[in-house]
């Protein structure tokens, strides 16, 4: 893409998320999924990593998603409509990695995610969060084999990035780079976020509309 192109899809970006966005609903299993209208973008990651936050910092809304995935809370796929006539879809999938979970939760959580990865035609890329302190941990290697192996390409994103200092961001940036290179479906693109300073969420809107419309 030229420099036209690249300024006029970030702008239509901007513009995009800067209109209506609603919560559409919430699906506990596959039966629950609304049918699919419009191309989705899920959103993946440890519990705590930042995600219901980069949600709302993507769409300038304070209370989409709510904060904070509790260990007990119902495991579902809750779902957000972008533009009216809706134009993309926002797919916040449930947390992993909490510690000391109930095997029969992490079950439940395992099955509910790969049926919809696996299932879902609309799907047209993942975001996997990862936080900018921790870099990649065991979980998220799972998530991303799951990926991987549903063939859903996806994006890390490392979150909290106002949290570490920009050497260490830079030494982490370019060891995710190596990781992602392992992995089949994982896009070679790694985006840096912080929810709390704006920094990175413009471009993330853009290859969340980019990736929407491919
Ligand atoms: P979730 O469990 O993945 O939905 O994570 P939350 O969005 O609830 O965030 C977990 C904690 O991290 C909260 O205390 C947030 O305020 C904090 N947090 C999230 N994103 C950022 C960020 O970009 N920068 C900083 N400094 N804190 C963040």
Do not use: C
């Not at 559409?24 to 699919?36: H, I, V």
């Not at 570490?164 to 992602?180: F, Q, R, W």
Request: no cysteine.
């Amino acid at each position: 893409m030229n420099d036209v192109a690249d300024k006029e899809l970030a702008e239509r970006a901007r513009k995009l998320f800067a209109g209506p966005v609603h919560f559409l609903k919430s699906a506990p299993g596959l039966n629950f999924l609304p049918d699919s209208t419009a191309p989705e973008i899920a959103f993946a990651g440890r519990s705590n990593v930042g995600k219901s936050s980069l949600l709302n910092a993507l769409t300038n809304r304070n209370g989409l998603a709510r904060t904070s995935n509790t260990p007990g809370r119902t495991q579902e796929l809750n779902f957000f409509d972008v533009g009216e006539p809706v134009k993309l879809r926002l797919v916040d999938m449930p947390g992993y990695g909490f510690a000391e979970a109930p095997q029969d939760l992490v079950r439940r959580w395992r099955h509910l995610v790969n049926d919809y990865l696996r299932g879902r035609s609309a799907l047209k890329r993942a975001l996997v969060l990862v936080d900018s302190r921790h870099g990649l941990k065991d979980v998220d290697r799972e998530m991303m084999r799951m990926l991987d192996d549903a063939a859903v390409s996806y994006h890390l994103v490392l979150t909290k990035s106002d949290k570490v200092k920009p050497s260490a961001l830079g030494a982490l940036y370019e060891a995710t780079i190596v990781d992602a290179a392992k992995h089949l479906a994982a896009h070679p693109s790694i985006f840096t976020t912080s929810s709390e300073t704006g920094s990175g969420i413009a471009e993330l809107r853009t290859a969340i509309l980019e990736a929407a419309t491919a």
